[in-house]
């Protein structure tokens, strides 16, 4: 999540809402723009395919068709805004494996999780996955990653903590979780994230990534905190190729 | 005598906390008038009800952060770099529907609806008022089951984000 004091720079799904979100030519242009790496969201086809959306459904013939009932061929069907297919996991890695780049998913259950790790493997990628609870699920750690953690004792996990929590307590942080399971670092929503907080996950020993970062100022002010001469590990943004521009500028 | 809303046309029943409380006959115009806090300054021959005046205020506020997004550089760069976006906001148990297109460097919006939106807000009106003026967060309002989003929860964050950013510009420059 970091790399040698410098902000990690995450394109979301891509270019984020500059281009068609979560398409291949999304995911090449963050690429090309310096992203360090791509966080999106994963489904799995009928077969088990991992793909790459943020839909649990398509729209098919008038019809909403949940994903995980629908073949790899039947998905490939379908078109997104810019007429390309929804790319599978293995298009994007197999693209991708000699840029270096990481990839972080948000996983709906164990199963997908499992399907990412395996996907991976088969790319010699796993050390370039994390897997994310979700920021909108409420399960417990224990809940969501144990599976995973059992499969895999290595693969980096993290932890979004709830939006609905505004304001951070440490009950929300369910630290005897993340050590149990070896959870590596917090993604906090922007608005929530704060210098105190920041400053309690890094005592804590976990990485600290801001997500949904927008808007120059707020850009400058995240690329900008530092503690303990540290900067803020990872942010996740929208707009990635202002971000990498400004933390090039402010962070070299 | 009955004390009817100028906008629907409604008797009034009970006047908004903040309404009337301060009455004034204008020298020039020869007649009464009530500082509304949200209305500001209006004859009461205009009055309102409560309903109207949120209403007026919900697009009071999308009308000045329409105005932002012409005259402020900061907020029309930062809209210059979402493509176009359709926001429609229904209110339960009304007719009162209002859209809101962001991006492309400009925000715009109007009362009734417009199709294919990117996401739909359904919230009751005062909440919808208070998330405008940032009394009340998005967020919350969702979890807490008064908002509901049809659509990618990502557009409706973006939505609030402009609008906070809108808000923070909007003082910084003492706009009302």
Same mark, same amino acid.
């Given at each position: 999540?970091?790399?040698?004091?410098?902000?990690? +720079?995450?394109?979301?799904?891509?270019?984020?809402? %500059?281009? %068609?979100?979560?398409?291949?030519?999304?995911?090449?242009?963050?690429? !090309?723009?310096?992203?360090?790496?791509?966080?999106?969201? %994963? @489904?799995?086809?009928?077969?088990?395919?991992?793909?790459?959306?943020? *839909?649990? #459904?398509?729209?098919?013939?008038?019809?909403?068709?949940?994903?995980?009932?629908?073949?790899?061929?039947?998905?490939?069907?379908?078109?997104?805004?810019?007429?390309?297919?929804?790319? %599978?996991?293995?298009?994007?890695?197999?693209?991708?494996?000699?840029?270096?780049?990481?990839?972080?998913?948000?996983?709906?259950?164990?199963?997908?999780?499992?399907?990412?790790?395996? #996907?991976?493997?088969?790319?010699?990628?796993?050390?370039?996955?994390?897997?994310?609870?979700?920021?909108?699920?409420?399960?417990?750690?224990?809940?969501?990653?144990?599976?995973?953690?059992?499969?895999?004792?290595?693969?980096?996990?993290?932890?979004?903590?709830?939006?609905?929590?505004?304001? +951070?307590?440490?009950?929300?942080?369910?630290?005897?979780?993340?050590?149990?399971?070896?959870?590596?670092? =917090?993604?906090?929503? *922007? !608005?929530?994230? !704060?210098?105190?907080?920041?400053?309690?996950?890094?005592?804590?020993?976990?990485?600290?990534?801001?997500?949904?970062?927008?808007?120059?100022? @707020?850009?400058?002010?995240?690329?900008?905190?530092? /503690?303990?001469?540290?900067?803020?590990?990872?942010?996740?943004?929208?707009?990635?190729?202002?971000?990498?521009?400004?933390?090039?500028?402010?962070?070299? | 005598?009955?004390?009817?809303? #100028?906008g629907c046309?409604?008797?009034?029943? #009970?006047?908004?906390?903040?309404?009337?409380?301060?009455?004034?006959?204008?020298?020039?115009?020869?007649?009464?008038?009530? /500082?509304?806090?949200n209305c500001?300054?209006?004859? +009461?021959?205009?009055?309102i009800?409560?309903s109207c005046c949120t209403k007026r205020n919900i697009m009071k506020l999308n009308k000045t952060f329409e105005r932002l997004s012409l005259e402020n550089?900061?907020f029309k760069?930062?809209l210059?770099?979402f493509k176009k976006t359709l926001l429609q906001t229904k209110i339960p148990?009304s007719d009162f529907k209002f859209w809101v297109e962001f991006g492309n460097g400009v925000y715009l919006s109007d009362k009734g609806e417009k199709d294919n939106p990117s996401v739909i807000f359904n919230c009751p009106q005062k909440n919808m008022n208070?998330i405008l003026e940032?009394?009340?967060?998005?967020?919350?309002?969702? =979890?807490?089951?008064?908002?509901? +989003?049809e659509g990618?929860?990502?557009y409706a964050?973006v939505f609030f984000?402009i609008v906070?950013?809108a808000l923070?510009?909007n003082?910084?420059?003492?706009?009302?």
């Amino acid at each position: 999540m970091c790399d040698l004091n410098r902000t990690f +720079i995450w394109g979301h799904r891509g270019t984020g809402l %500059t281009g %068609t979100q979560n398409s291949f030519s999304s995911f090449k242009n963050a690429v !090309n723009m310096g992203v360090d790496g791509i966080k999106t969201e %994963t @489904k799995l086809s009928k077969e088990g395919e991992v793909v790459l959306s943020y *839909y649990n #459904t398509l729209k098919i013939d008038g019809k909403d068709v949940p994903i995980q009932e629908l073949t790899i061929e039947e998905i490939k069907k379908f078109k997104l805004e810019n007429n390309e297919s929804i790319p %599978t996991l293995r298009e994007v890695l197999e693209a991708f494996k000699s840029y270096g780049i990481k990839y972080h998913f948000d996983v709906a259950n164990p199963e997908e999780g499992i399907k990412i790790i395996e #996907t991976a493997k088969e790319y010699g990628l796993v050390d370039h996955i994390e897997l994310a609870k979700p920021s909108t699920r409420s399960e417990s750690l224990s809940d969501y990653f144990t599976e995973i953690r059992n499969f895999d004792k290595n693969v980096t996990l993290i932890n979004s903590i709830l939006i609905k929590h505004s304001v +951070i307590e440490d009950k929300h942080l369910e630290l005897e979780d993340m050590r149990k399971l070896n959870i590596k670092g =917090f993604n906090v929503y *922007y !608005n929530y994230a !704060n210098f105190e907080l920041f400053k309690r996950v890094k005592e804590h020993g976990f990485k600290f990534c801001v997500w949904g970062v927008l808007f120059k100022r @707020k850009m400058q002010k995240f690329l900008t905190m530092k /503690y303990n001469g540290e900067y803020i590990d990872a942010i996740m943004s929208n707009q990635p190729e202002r971000l990498v521009k400004f933390r090039n500028e402010i962070q070299n | 005598m009955n004390l009817t809303c #100028t906008g629907c046309g409604e008797e009034i029943e #009970t006047l908004p906390l903040q309404c009337a409380h301060s009455l004034n006959k204008n020298e020039e115009t020869n007649q009464w008038e009530c /500082y509304m806090e949200n209305c500001g300054i209006i004859s +009461i021959n205009e009055y309102i009800c409560e309903s109207c005046c949120t209403k007026r205020n919900i697009m009071k506020l999308n009308k000045t952060f329409e105005r932002l997004s012409l005259e402020n550089e900061e907020f029309k760069e930062e809209l210059s770099f979402f493509k176009k976006t359709l926001l429609q906001t229904k209110i339960p148990n009304s007719d009162f529907k209002f859209w809101v297109e962001f991006g492309n460097g400009v925000y715009l919006s109007d009362k009734g609806e417009k199709d294919n939106p990117s996401v739909i807000f359904n919230c009751p009106q005062k909440n919808m008022n208070l998330i405008l003026e940032g009394e009340l967060s998005l967020l919350g309002e969702y =979890f807490n089951g008064n908002l509901k +989003i049809e659509g990618d929860l990502q557009y409706a964050l973006v939505f609030f984000d402009i609008v906070k950013l809108a808000l923070e510009i909007n003082k910084e420059i003492g706009g009302v």
